[in-house]
């Protein structure tokens, strides 16, 4: 997930491409226009930063369900063994094993999901930097020729 200077800086590009592609001979975007465009790109922006808060909680609140439930399972059963009140050990000890296997196995996709998650940040944030960079070298090759341009219909004039 980019980090929300990130996603400024993306919107910001955004709203300049809208200006730039809203070009005509006869003169810019109107500013109405640019407006509604902004404020779409605006609440895109909010709509998906609520969309990945909810669903990080919706995980969140699973894994802790099921850690509890684990827990909890593994505690009861537990507890029946030491009291001795249990008459067949193994099927309480496969009970635990399940537990916290299923404990271990919760923990362990939160963990993969984690690495995952930084994984893929980090390439988002490697990708958006060559965007940036490439804007930036569009950018000047726009500026350069425009001088070329410029120094050639200065040379055709004289």
Do not use: C
């Amino acid at each position: 997930m980019p980090t929300p200077k990130q996603r400024g800086e993306l919107i910001v590009k955004r709203l300049e491409n809208f200006i730039r592609e809203g070009r005509s001979d006869t003169g810019g975007m109107s500013f109405r226009r640019w407006q509604e465009m902004a404020v779409n790109e605006f609440t895109n922006a909010l709509l998906d930063a609520e969309r990945e808060k909810q669903r990080d909680n919706k995980f969140m609140t699973r894994v802790i369900a099921v850690g509890g439930l684990a827990v909890i399972t593994i505690g009861f059963w537990g507890a029946i063994v030491a009291a001795g009140l249990s008459y067949d050990r193994q099927m309480v000890a496969f009970i635990l094993i399940g537990a916290g296997g299923l404990l271990l196995l919760v923990f362990g996709l939160w963990g993969l999901r984690w690495l995952g998650g930084n994984f893929l940040s980090g390439r988002r944030q490697n990708r958006l930097k060559s965007i940036a960079n490439f804007d930036h070298q569009l950018a000047q090759l726009d500026i350069e020729i425009r001088k070329r341009l410029r120094e050639t219909i200065e040379s055709n004039f004289k």
